[in-house]
Nanobody
Framework: QVQLVESGGDSVQPGGSLRSSCAAS????????MSWGRQAPGNQREWVAG???????DYADSVKGRFTISRDNNKNILYLQMNSLKPEDTAVYYC?????????WGQGTQVTVSP
């Protein structure tokens, strides 16, 4: 079955950077559209970034130019590089299969951005 295990969450100051990782197993990772989503306290889950496994990446307007999604198909790992972090980026970040909000989600990793 699909397994997605995120890591790399932390607490950082505004303007800082973090890289989250997601180890995937149980499905043909190299052929799947993979995404990162997030959920802030009191908010609904939102899609953040996606990679279509054929060289195209997509980003939500709120993170475009600051976040970069990438993948290592040899190791079945999905990454999210987060730069210029803002307090409003504080959320649990999830690795997921597919685009948008459909698909399988991991357990999440907490990212907190505060002075």
């Amino acid at each position: 079955q699909v397994q997605l295990v995120e890591s790399g969450g932390d607490s950082v100051q505004p303007g800082g950077s973090l890289r989250s990782s997601c180890a995937a197993s149980g499905f043909p990772f190299g052929t799947y559209y993979m995404s990162w989503g997030r959920q802030a306290p009191g908010n609904q889950r939102e899609w953040v970034a996606g990679d279509n496994a054929r060289g195209r990446t997509d980003y939500a307007d709120s993170v475009k130019g600051r976040f970069t999604i990438s993948r290592d198909n040899n190791k079945n790992i999905l990454y999210l590089q987060m730069n210029s972090l803002k307090p409003e980026d504080t959320a649990v970040y999830y690795c997921k299969t597919g685009s948008g909000l459909s698909g399988d989600w991991g357990q999440g990793t907490q990212v907190t951005v505060s002075p």
